[in-house]
């Protein structure tokens, strides 16, 4: 099993910054690819940006000039920096991990709880 543990959520102004992390842990060979993916009230859930083991990145229109993604293998850690922030970009933001298991070599999706981003004045 692996688990992926969200954390860096808040309430922010418009304008304001939040930079949201992805710790993964557990049964881990290697993580093939994170995403961040986000869902509003009523709303279906998005894709807001992704990066694969190499490092190649893709956005959601929405997303790009504002947000960063980024990881850290060492730490098996993907960042989300978000700038710019607009209340539209209000959501529960999930982390989506693309992992290779130790156990049997096979990948498996997993997702974290998520985290709630509120932006308001």
């Known amino acids: 099993q692996v688990q992926l543990v969200e954390s860096g959520g808040g309430l922010v102004q418009p304008g304001g910054s939040l930079r949201l992390s992805c710790a993964a842990s557990g049964n881990i060979f290697n993580i093939v690819g994170t995403a961040w993916h986000r869902q509003a009230p009523g709303k279906q859930r998005e894709l807001v940006a992704s990066?694969?083991?190499?490092?190649?990145?893709t956005y959601a229109g929405s997303a790009k000039g504002r947000f960063t993604i980024s990881r850290d293998n060492a730490k098996e850690t993907v960042y989300l920096q978000m700038n710019s922030l607009k209340p539209e970009d209000t959501a529960v933001y999930y982390c989506?991990?693309?992992?290779?298991?130790?156990?049997?070599?096979?990948?498996?999706?997993?997702w974290g709880q998520g985290t709630q981003v509120t932006v308001s004045s």
């Open positions: 989506k991990a693309e992992v290779v298991s130790d156990e049997d070599l096979y990948e498996y999706d997993y």
């Open positions: 990066i694969t083991s190499g490092g190649r990145t």
